[in-house]
């Protein structure tokens, strides 16, 4: 069960940082300077953003009520570390 927590939390993780609007700009700048080619992702409008926000926690949400709490734990360590080798690997 925790697995798929995971699982569905840190596929909504990926979605939102690889739309990311600051992200985005930065690689824009960097395109301008000629420093990498075209960037061709755009931002998701605000609502998209927060119903990936929204799938972000629910299922730690959903553990915690169902008192599944090793479960939690282990969701909320996966999808923490998850979330920083996202962010090592895009950067």
Do not use: N, Y
């Not at 300077?33 to 119903?51: C, S, T």
């Not at 972000?56 to 999808?79: D, K, N, Q, S």
């Amino acid at each position: 069960m925790w697995l798929l927590c995971t699982l569905v939390s840190v596929v909504a993780l990926g979605l939102a940082a690889l739309h990311d609007p600051k992200r985005l700009r930065f690689r824009q700048k960097l395109f301008r300077v000629g420093a990498i080619g075209r960037v061709e992702a755009q931002p998701w409008p605000v609502g998209a953003r927060r119903l990936l926000a929204i799938l972000m926690v629910l299922p730690g949400v959903l553990l915690g009520i169902m008192g599944l709490w090793a479960g939690f734990m282990l969701w909320l360590g996966l999808t923490v570390t998850a979330g920083w080798l996202l962010v090592e690997i895009i950067s």
